[in-house]
């Protein structure tokens, strides 16, 4: 692991580990829990990245994935005893208990519609068209030059939907209108802690990262890290305390704090 962290960061971490009861760890997964590979259904987390969690649970007052995924992948790939958001925080899985955005549920259709419509208009153009249930994501991974079919497409769908587009690496995501991403997530989840940690390293995880700014201003510890990879968000790294390379980085961070 090679970090680059401020005093700032050094201090955050040094809160969670000396009272982790009263500290939350939320962690991205796609390139940070799990490397980034060329179609989506492929991913999954580190070997010994489940057992890592599962200690930090623990010990910590709260340890949570926050993901672009749907809940329904990341069960398929992480203990059971683990709190999951899934879809940016439509949908979660905590105490076991499965739950989802009521103001989303509606948009369940209008989604089904839309994956239908993609994948004949993009799958041909060497599009991966995921359906997530609550949203679709367009993936051009494979072939980054049908990136311009799929913006073009996407655009026009989410202007004669309403869907909320969102630009993704190497992909686009197509999401209900409903006020929610990881920042809700940590600010909800963050409540009764008095440090809190995020690590992530695309788009979506910047509003986590100014969730922690808010919790800082209030008094909270916290400290942004952000994975670094060959296709890492600019705006992320520039933002975060704490710098580490890839997954590796990341899960090495997580087991010196558990």
Same mark, same amino acid.
Request: avoid cysteine; charge should be negative; charged fraction near 25%.
């Given at each position: 692991?090679? !970090? ?7 201090? %955050? ?7 982790? %009861?009263?500290?939350? $760890? ?36 709260? $340890? ?5 995924? !749907? ?5 398929? +790939? ?14 979660? #899985? ?6 989802? #955005? ?36 367009? +993936? ?24 909320? =587009? ?5 992909? *686009?995501? =197509?999401? !209900? ?15 009764? =802690? ?25 008094? =909270? ?8 990879? !060959?296709?890492? %968000?600019? %705006? ?5 305390? *704490? ?16």
């Amino acid at each position: 692991m090679g !970090p680059i962290a401020s005093v700032a960061s050094v201090d %955050a971490l040094d809160a969670l580990r000396q009272a982790p %009861a009263s500290a939350g $760890v939320f962690v991205d997964f796609d390139g940070t829990l799990s490397p980034i590979v060329l179609a989506a259904a492929d991913a999954r987390a580190l070997p010994g990245a489940g057992e890592v969690l599962l200690r930090l649970a623990s010990v910590f007052g709260r $340890v949570a994935v926050v993901s672009g995924r !749907p809940v329904s992948y990341l069960v398929e +790939h992480l203990p059971e005893q683990i709190e999951l958001h899934g879809l940016y925080g439509l949908e979660w #899985r905590i105490d076991g208990e499965l739950g989802a #955005r009521a103001s989303s549920e509606r948009w369940r259709p209008v989604i089904e519609a839309l994956v239908d419509e993609a994948e004949r208009a993009l799958v041909g153009a060497g599009v991966d068209v995921e359906d997530k249930g609550l949203s679709l994501t367009l +993936h051009f991974r494979r072939v980054p030059d049908a990136e311009d079919a799929a913006v073009e497409w996407a655009r026009a769908a989410a202007a004669g939907t309403e869907l909320h =587009l969102r630009a993704a690496k190497m992909s *686009l995501e =197509l999401h !209900p209108p409903v006020e929610v991403d990881k920042g809700t997530v940590v600010d909800e989840r963050s409540e009764g =802690l008095s440090a809190v940690a995020y690590i992530g390293d695309d788009l979506g995880d910047l509003p986590a990262f100014e969730a922690l700014d808010r919790l800082a201003e209030r008094g =909270l510890a916290a400290v942004k890290v952000a994975v670094r990879t !060959p296709d890492v %968000a600019d %705006a992320l790294t520039q933002q975060a305390h *704490l710098l580490v390379d890839g997954p590796e980085g990341a899960l090495d961070l997580l087991r010196s704090l558990a």
